[in-house]
Nanobody, 114 residues
Framework: QVQLVESGGGLVQTGGSLRLSCAAS??????MGWYRQAPGKGRRFVASIRWSGDSTLYVDSVKGRFTISRDNAKNTVHLQMNSLKPEDTAVYFC?????????WGQGTQVTVSS
């Protein structure tokens, strides 16, 4: 059974940092991504990375602030988030890239206070 478990969310002040982790079990994905859903909005793409780690994509609003990385030996993907802003407040999810409907988990809450 394939399972993705997110962790690392929390409450942080504007300008602070958080590091999210996603542990995958059951299989390996060529592409992995982070997505987020802000209150009252739909789920949106944030960042993705290929298995090789040599290709990453970011939504414009997080470029220069967020960094996605992966540890293939541990089948884990991370999202380092720096210079956080209140508009980054959301539930963050990991999934394959492109995402697969069956893999959405509970996500991890990130709240940035102003």
């Amino acid at each position: 059974q394939v399972q993705l478990v997110e962790s690392g969310g929390g409450l942080v002040q504007t300008g602070g940092s958080l590091r999210l982790s996603c542990a995958a079990s059951g299989r390996t994905f060529v592409g992995m991504g982070w997505y987020r859903q802000a209150p009252g909005k739909g789920r949106r793409f944030v960042a993705s990375i290929r298995w090789s780690g040599d290709s990453t994509l970011y939504v414009d609003s997080v470029k220069g602030r967020f960094t996605i990385s992966r540890d293939n030996a541990k089948n884990t993907v991370h999202l380092q988030m720096n210079s956080l802003k209140p508009e980054d407040t959301a539930v963050y999810f990991c999934n394959a890239y492109p995402p697969q409907t069956s893999l959405w988990g509970q996500g991890t809450q990130v709240t940035v206070s102003s």
